[in-house]
C-alpha cells in the first residue's frame, strides 16, 4: 500500500493551493483524511472524507474548526484519490500534511484522531507567506 500526496507549494496569504492524495497499489478507502504538522507542534487532523453508500451517515466529511469555511475535501468516486482545496491560506497553515488512509468507516467523531489510520504517505509542504 502506498499513499503519495502532491500538490504542495509556496503561496502569498489569500491564496489556494490544491493537494492530491492517490493510493497507488489499486486499493479503496472508506475513509481517508488529511493532516498536518508544523514545526515543533503535534500533528493534527485538517479534514476528512468517509464513505457514507448504503450506511446511516451523519454527513461523509469533518473539518478542524481552523480551516471551516476555507477548505474542502472531496474523494473521487472510484474512491482511491482524495482532494484538499485549500483557499484563503494564512500564514498559520504553514505545515508540512499528509494525507491518511483507513479501509474502515469511522465514526464522524473519530475522522480527525490520527491513531486511528492505518496508512500514511510522506507528507507535502505547504507554505504561505504574508
Known amino acids: 500500500v502506498q499513499v503519495v500526496e502532491s500538490g504542495g507549494g509556496s503561496v502569498q496569504a489569500g491564496g489556494s493551493l490544491r493537494l492530491s492524495c492517490t493510493e497507488t497499489s489499486g486499493g479503496t478507502y472508506d475513509t481517508m483524511a488529511w493532516f498536518r504538522q508544523a514545526p515543533g507542534k503535534e500533528r493534527e487532523g485538517v479534514a476528512a472524507f468517509r464513505n457514507c453508500d448504503g450506511i446511516t451517515c451523519d454527513g461523509p466529511t469533518a473539518y478542524a474548526d481552523s480551516v471551516k469555511g476555507r477548505f474542502t475535501v472531496a474523494q473521487d468516486n472510484a474512491r482511491n484519490i482524495l482532494y484538499l482545496q485549500m483557499d484563503s491560506l494564512k500564514p498559520e497553515d504553514t505545515a508540512m500534511y499528509y494525507c491518511?488512509?483507513?479501509?474502515?468507516?469511522?465514526?464522524?467523531?473519530?475522522?480527525?484522531?490520527?491513531?486511528?489510520?492505518?496508512?500514511w504517505g510522506q507528507g507535502t509542504q505547504v507554505t504561505v507567506s504574508t
Open positions: 491518511a488512509a483507513t479501509r474502515s468507516i469511522l465514526g464522524r467523531s473519530l475522522l480527525l484522531n490520527p491513531t486511528l489510520y492505518d496508512y
